[in-house]
């Protein structure tokens, strides 16, 4: 059986690419900064879209340009005729890959809150756009199912929830990430300092 979603960007051929006429690198630097991907994986509950939205509000704060988005933010417009099934979540992240770049092309700092479970997926992210950055949040399954306000894991613990991401559905731990932030050790305030740290040293202007 074909991958359906295999040439989804070569289905329409009758098409003609225009450049645009504003360089990139005069982009970046009327911003100060280049632009980028910083893309937070993990398990569900492990703190991701938190962290995500504590660091676009102290990047903004600080002047940066900069914005964040995550799974349920994606679902609910650009997603929402995909499921969870392992081919549905494959053409996901696909979709937020490609949607991070195009901002991020833009020169804005892109932060992204998906539990994007497979290396393969996560890696055809990367490859999507010139300055990434993953972003693995490690947090034992136990504290992420305590942490749970929404009984999810429970709910797939009684055969509620088919193919979630620890129960019925596997989790691929990165295998180079840029960061590894330890969730169950460090504050949520910790994390975001060092984020803002490392985003300082790796964002320059151009």
């Known amino acids: 059986m074909l991958d359906p979603y295999t040439s989804l960007?070569?289905?329409?051929?009758?098409?003609?690419?225009?450049?645009?006429?504003?360089?990139?690198?005069e982009r970046f630097k009327r911003q100060g900064h280049v632009g980028g991907v910083l893309w937070f994986t993990g398990l569900p509950a492990s703190g991701k879209k938190t962290l995500a939205h504590l660091l676009e509000t102290r990047l903004f704060n600080l002047g940066y340009q900069v914005i964040a988005f995550d799974s349920v933010w994606l679902r609910k417009g650009l997603t929402s005729d995909l499921k969870f099934c392992r081919l549905d979540r494959k053409e996901n992240i696909r979709r937020a890959g490609e949607?991070?770049?195009?901002?991020?092309?833009?020169?804005?700092?892109v932060i992204t809150a998906f539990i994007s479970p497979y290396v393969e997926d996560r890696a055809v992210a990367r490859e999507m756009n010139n300055n990434f950055h993953e972003?693995?949040?490690?947090?034992?399954?136990?504290?992420?199912?305590?942490?749970?306000?929404?009984?999810?894991?429970?709910?797939?613990?009684?055969?509620?929830?088919?193919?979630?991401?620890?129960?019925?559905?596997?989790?691929?731990?990165?295998?180079?990430?840029?960061?590894?932030?330890?969730?169950?050790?460090?504050?949520?305030?910790?994390?975001?300092?060092?984020?803002?740290?490392?985003?300082?040293?790796?964002?320059?202007?151009?």
């Open 9 to 25: 960007a070569m289905k329409s051929t009758n098409v003609t690419r225009i450049m645009n006429l504003v360089d990139q690198s």
């Open 99 to 109: 949607l991070a770049a195009l901002l991020s092309g833009s020169g804005l700092i």
């Open 135 to 206: 972003i693995y949040l490690d947090v034992p399954i136990e504290i992420c199912e305590a942490r749970d306000q929404r009984n999810r894991y429970k709910r797939a613990h009684l055969g509620e929830l088919t193919n979630f991401t620890g129960v019925s559905a596997p989790y691929e731990k990165p295998l180079n990430p840029n960061i590894v932030l330890e969730g169950s050790v460090l504050t949520k305030h910790e994390c975001v300092d060092y984020l803002v740290d490392y985003v300082n040293h790796n964002f320059k202007s151009a």
